[in-house]
T-cell receptor, first 114, second 114 residues
Framework: GENVEQHPSTLSVQEGDSAVIKCTYS??????FPWYKQELGKRPQLIID?????GEKKDQRIAVTLNKTAKHFSLHITETQPEDSAVYFC?????????????FGKGTKLSVKP | DAGVIQSPRHEVTEMGQEVTLRCKPI?????LFWYRQTMMRGLELLIY????????DSGMPEDRFSAKMPNASFSTLKIQPSEPRDSAVYFC????????????FGPGTRLTVT
């Protein structure tokens, strides 16, 4: 089955700087890569996702890039703000998506210092 | 739509007691997932259902845990007997696979076993 590894586990940046979180996956058949954000005491919520037919997707200050050859994808947050502080999870489908569930990374705790 | 509904939001119980967590998925979603989240182990998939049928329960820790989905709008996760190490936040999530793999999480149930 799919294996997802996420780095770093913690990340601290100054407000206004950029933050990058990286994930690798094992199943070359995987075709959908979402990122979830979980604020303290809240539920995980989808913030952006990318499918395998594109290499990059942007949504305001957030972007995700995908390298299918190397089997890794990254979350980029520019001009970070204190409200970006949260735990971020990457994920990939299990068994290429045929089973319907997602395999989540261990999470990255991002702290944005004002 | 009200989103995924979970109850109770908080549960405090003594070791050895039975605990039942409840979930109502988003109407029309055909996948339902139960996760457990702790600081040490992160977000763990316990079990998931497709069209009310359990597909993969390999994440269920042991026989003390059981889950049911008697109909498309209701699922339960039961722990009997409960132990202090079961203390965690339990999330229920649902998705509609054929449109997207996005999983919509409920608010979670914070379980404390003393």
């Amino acid at each position: 089955g799919e294996n997802v590894e996420q780095h770093p586990s913690t990340l601290s940046v100054q407000e206004g700087d950029s933050a990058v979180i990286k994930c690798t996956y094992s199943d070359s058949a995987s075709n959908y890569f979402p990122w979830y954000k979980q604020e303290l005491g809240k539920r995980p919520q989808l913030i952006i996702d990318i499918r395998s037919n594109v290499g990059e997707k942007k949504d305001q200050r957030i972007a995700v890039t995908l390298n299918k050859t190397a089997k890794h994808f990254s979350l980029h947050i520019t001009e970070t703000q204190p409200e970006d502080s949260a735990v971020y999870f990457c994920a990939a489908p299990n068994y290429g998506g045929s089973q319907g569930n997602l395999i989540f990374g261990k999470g990255t705790k991002l702290s944005v210092k004002p | 739509d009200a989103g995924v509904i979970q109850s109770p939001r908080h549960e405090v119980t003594e070791m050895g007691q039975e605990v039942t967590l409840r979930c109502k998925p988003i109407s029309g979603h055909d996948y339902l997932f139960w996760y457990r989240q702790t600081m040490m182990r992160g977000l763990e998939l316990l079990i998931y259902f497709n069209n009310n049928v359990p597909i993969d329960d390999s994440g269920m820790p042991e026989d003390r845990f059981s889950a049911k989905m008697p109909n498309a709008s209701f699922s339960t996760l039961k722990i009997q007997p409960s132990e202090p190490r079961d203390s965690a936040v339990y999330f229920c999530a649902s998705s509609f696979r054929y449109l997207t793999y996005e999983q919509y999480f409920g608010p979670g149930t914070r379980l404390t076993v003393t």
